[in-house]
């Protein structure tokens, strides 16, 4: 998977300004972040987009109507150490309460 990393100017190769802390500058990182990528775990996104509470962030988009879907899993920190219960993030193509068959 290509991931974009911050620049020296702290933005995404989108554009994003990674020093935006408002919580519409997060959610848009966020979205926009998985669109492009597909997911992105609470790891990630603390790391990559600056969010500090990714599920917060995930929670109000999902009221705006975006379907987002959430996996739980085991995984690792930068220090190697394993995690339970660590949330991957996924951007559903269906529309929101419709069920793929």
Do not use: C
């Not at 597909?38 to 790391?47: K, V």
């Not at 990559?48 to 705006?64: C, M, S």
């Not at 339970?84 to 793929?100: E, F, H, I, M, R």
């Amino acid at each position: 998977m290509d991931k974009k990393k911050p620049t020296a100017k702290g933005r995404l190769g989108n554009g994003s300004r990674l020093n935006d802390t408002s919580l519409p500058a997060q959610r848009l990182r966020l979205l926009e972040y998985m669109r492009q990528h597909g997911s992105i775990n609470t790891f990630e996104a603390i790391r990559l987009l600056n969010i500090l509470r990714p599920g917060a962030r995930i929670a109000e988009l999902r009221a705006q109507g975006h379907d987002i879907r959430t996996h739980l899993a085991t995984l690792a920190d930068d220090q190697g150490r394993a995690h339970p219960n660590v949330a991957t993030y996924y951007l559903s193509t269906d529309p929101v309460g419709k069920v793929a068959a």
